[in-house]
């Protein structure tokens, strides 16, 4: 790991840095020294005229003409923006008090390719910070910052990575964070993982849940002690395959009863999103969710176990991954907004969003999806010719305690915002897909498949803070917006701009 961080004093000096850097070293172009910073570029016009744009579509014909470079919206404008020195392959979202933390999608030595500190005190003007070194050899886009502990926690995996250096350590690194200074947060101890390769957490007071994504040796889901912050133990370890007759199970991401930014609760409950080994049920399918007791975690008591109080609710996806979920209460009824995600520009119709009523967690039901006109079969001829991905990835809500709009990161199609207020009938209200970055310093050949430069990608968790709406994307940094309900700008809200929510009817849960 390198050892210095960086340090911003101001925007100038921002702007100074960066200079100087560029020519100390060499512009970096799929992680390769020595390389001109060189844009995508798509040439040839279309042969058939594209028709008419879809909701969530960024045309091919606006990537070659240029269009897409600009924001697209509705309902929602731009505050405030930093682009993190441009560095470009930014991962996820964290927040304390009003600072934000920007992962990189890679570690590296380079010095812009770790963890950044962005204060928003200013949210017109947010103020880079700091960088903190990356750890070479890693996927480094997970962080979470949790408010009720002062704890900043960010985790990286060995992975391949566009700098080339060999695969890295599997690490979750804790950070404090001071009172009434969040924009220095100071790291105090580390969690390692060994061989087992970590994907997404979630952090419950002084408890953090891990899931492991599949790859590796282990249990699909680990729960790490950090009591003493610099000293952090394994407390806990599930998996589906521990109930009898269940095959072994993969962990995506989960939602903790309690923790920040999710319904009120006293942390005894925990939503995870999961895959199976082999498909269960009629008809076969291998993604899911389950619903775990932690009782025993919260009583702290030694060797907690895990229970399982729901069936494997389960749904056919054959496209994606279940992936996502929070825990909300709508209407004084609790549910799960969960979403699935397909990771590739080349399989329509990509995941999408689902409200799932928890209210008893025996009998777990699917109320509704929703989803983007890009994804209607009909239209995926026309989809698939953009080269772009239109899937669903995280979100955030307004008020978990009383949720009305959820705030959907989804991809190539930037941030929905959607109506949940009725949860059998979710509809679009606004977005925001930021224009497209194409000459950033950082990005991955390998990737450009997957992350075509002539659009941008919105992946990060959502905060919605003050009334204003905070998140990232791949290539343009950090983002401050705000949604204005069509009644407060004097106009009607759009008619017809969203499929029919479609009601699902439960699946066989006898398991």
Known sequence: MSGHRINIIGPEAGCAILACLLLLTSPMSGGQPGQPLRAQVVSAPPVVPPGPPLQGEVALADQQSGRSLSAYALNVGLVGRNSILNRGMNGNLGWVDDCAYVSAYYGGTHPFAGLAVVSVTDPANPRLVEIFPGTPGTRASQVHGSQASRMMAAMSWSDFTAFGDPPGPNLLQLYQVPPGDCSHPVLIGTYDFGPIIPHEFQIWRDKIYVTNFGGSPGPSLMVIDAKDMAHPLLLTTWDLLNDPGMPKSIAHDLSILGEDDALAG????????????????????????????????????????????????????????????????????????????????????????????????????????????????????????????????????????????????WYSSGLRVVDISNPAAPHEMGYYIPGATPNTLFFDPFLNHFFNRNVDYSISYVRYYQGIIWFTSVYGGFWVVKYQPPILMGTSAATGITPPATGIAPADTNK
């Open 266 to 409: 006293d942390g005894s409950r925990i939503y995870v999103n999961i895959q199976l080994s082999q498909p269960i049920g009629l008809p076969p399918t291998r993604n899911g969710m389950v619903i775990l007791d932690t009782s025993e975690v919260v009583q702290g008591k030694p060797n907690p176990v895990l229970k399982r109080v729901s069936p494997v609710l389960r749904w056919p996806l054959l496209c994606c991954l279940s992936h996502s979920a929070a825990i909300v209460s709508i209407a004084g009824r609790r549910y799960v907004i969960a979403q699935d995600e397909t990771f590739s520009t080349t399989f329509c119709p990509w995941g999408s969003a689902r409200i799932i009523d928890v209210q008893d967690e025996t009998r777990p039901v699917q109320v509704s999806t929703f989803s983007l006109q890009v994804q209607d079969p009909a239209n995926c001829t026309q989809s698939l010719g953009d080269n772009a991905m239109y899937s669903a990835h995280y979100l955030g809500v307004d008020n978990p305690n009383d949720a009305k709009l959820a705030f959907f990161t």
